[in-house]
């Protein structure tokens, strides 16, 4: 599977967890999820977005891995960026 193939797939289902749990938006708009306002995101600023997430989130892996001590810090920039894709950390 290419990569934009699994960007399109995961985008789907974004907007499917957007829809279920966050209600009807427009792309732009602003809703609440867990505690977290968050924007609906276009397909351009999903993939940036989920980019990060994917990338903090084999940091934070490695860390605990290692057996290293992890900074609450690190896991709230974890959440918040799950939040954004409303992927529950």
Known sequence: MT???IYIDEFKQY???FQTDV??????????????VVKKMNFDEFVAKYEEFRNLERLY???LERGDT??????????????NLLIEV
């Open 3 to 5: 990569e934009q193939v």
């Open 15 to 17: 907007i499917t967890r």
């Open 23 to 36: 209600g009807n938006r427009e792309f732009g708009e602003y809703g609440s999820w867990n505690g977290f």
């Open 61 to 63: 892996a490695d860390i």
């Open 70 to 83: 992890v900074n609450d810090a690190i896991f709230r920039t974890l959440r918040e960026q799950g939040a």
